[in-house]
């Protein structure tokens, strides 16, 4: 099985699907093709959060602000998966989820296309991996154990145990405002202050009436502040990257 | 073979189909992830119009305002086909369409996560009925046929020998303003008011200019309001939920 | 394998899946199906761009303004590869990239459904030949080579050695602005006028800083003119259609 996650929109993903289909018959699983553009972070919170459900599989990863530069090309290998993706960050926040992630370099020729490494060196590096094995990857030529790669930690929150101090890490789709605080923040609570206003805590969104705002505990384990049918950023006021005050 | 339709958007069906694939080895087609969101009626009428199209299958939807309250985890069965989702009406229409259901509550542990059943209730359940075969999915355990259940109609149009008061049901992504108005009202007819206004009766978008409205049967067989190359709702001022008199 | 495009948003594409899967158990690849509406030009391009990257399949694509009126229904076979879809010249300049294309007319019904061909033409055509095989789709009942066909040629460039005037083709969905001019025009220049004034050519996008404009040799093998994590149709000025004037 091979997922694909990218910020590449259409019709480009698919060119990707074809080299894959080429190099193997693996299943392919698409993640997501509309990750921000170029937006590194928010990839590796979502791929965290949602490959982690996924049986083994190769993950390929193309989400590459330096495509064509000299950064490298990598995969992670972690318990029984493997990532594929630029040396950017991106694929080690889910790895480190996955199991004890080694890191290995892969060697491209500079030849190569150098604005489409999704086409040109990540699936067919990904498809070489699933035909060969996860357990083997070393053994393919122009693979080697990485002598230094791009780590990516999400901002740490600060509890204790009143308060909270943390940062909205995401804003889904429907505009739940995602933090990084642990959501046995709320535990026992009906009620806690964000950044000074009393807000309901709730098991899930339809405890409040439409259109109220309410704190709840996401699907990702996090804080989530949120509206019944309606988005959580635009009520509270707040984006990606904002700093979130909590109080019990 | 089990399909899905969400109002997700992106990546939370990825993390569905890596439960799916946990738990099967079916084949996974996506119908739509894009739903309006919370629009029980919408899908309902889109899933009616889709679902039939397809082989015997397990169709998992998820758009579910409720979810996270009391509301019942279901499934349908009708015909060679299996529905899974919340109680809320969706899964009726099209089950309609292709058998005669029988409705079936699934337990759920009230300590699952109560914000992604799609993920955490929903997509388990479908893989287990996939295993076990919807023709022994009341062997499953938690399954019991129940006792109560949402159900959905759509409103029926009143329609005389010449004149037919019905309702848009919903705008497709082309702009076509699909009304519950059976097709067979405009059989040979050349023109018919619509609101009062003259309207030109055709075959298909092509059959007038560019830019020109018409009214067809569109290919769900109700009449439709379009226009050629353009937007039927923008042209003939109508939306969702309007209703609509037609003259011939 | 079967790949499908189209410009059908969702959730239509769906029933053309359903369909396919009635008549066989093909694998099915999404290429894209936000082609833009009733563009033929745009999508033969992005067609021609990614098609070839795929093993030998059947091609189903439904771009189809004329959908309902007399325009025929086509098979385009070119190598191992078939293209399914209206004649409209959208099959015939991926098909000239993978071989020597033979053109045959598909009968239809003029009693199926006038406003959905993908669902009620060509899919059900698109899996009767990954049955019967590439190979043999002329024994197909109601195929037979067609007398004449609908062709499309994008603009030729006009290039020498020290000028190209061209046209824009595409803009991505990252904004990069793809003219008709072939890459080899940047061979050895560090720079160039864009329509007079002087651009830096780059081999990627991260070779300047973030939002500032480049020149550089698309994915395709042309001559993009692009913005380093921003729009270069914005930044230029320009969009799909306008000539472009390259000096070096």
Known sequence: MITLSSDFGTPYPAAMKGVLLQHSDARLVDVAHDFPRQDVRTTAFWLREVLPYFPPAIHLVVVDPGVGTDRAAIVVRAGDHAFVGPDNGVLLPVARELGDPEIFEIEYESTDSATFHGRDVFAPAAGRIHEIGVDSLENLPGTAPADEFHDLQFPEPTVSESKAAGEILVVD???????????????????????????????????????QRLVTVGSHGNVELAVNRGRGNEAFGITVGDEIRLER
Do not use: K, M, R
């Open 173 to 211: 789709d429907f505009g739940n405002a995602i933090t990084n605080v642990p959501g046995d923040f709320l535990d026992d609570v009906n009620e806690i202050e964000v950044d000074g206003a009393p807000s309901s805590v709730e098991p899930s969104y339809a405890h409040v009436e439409v259109g």
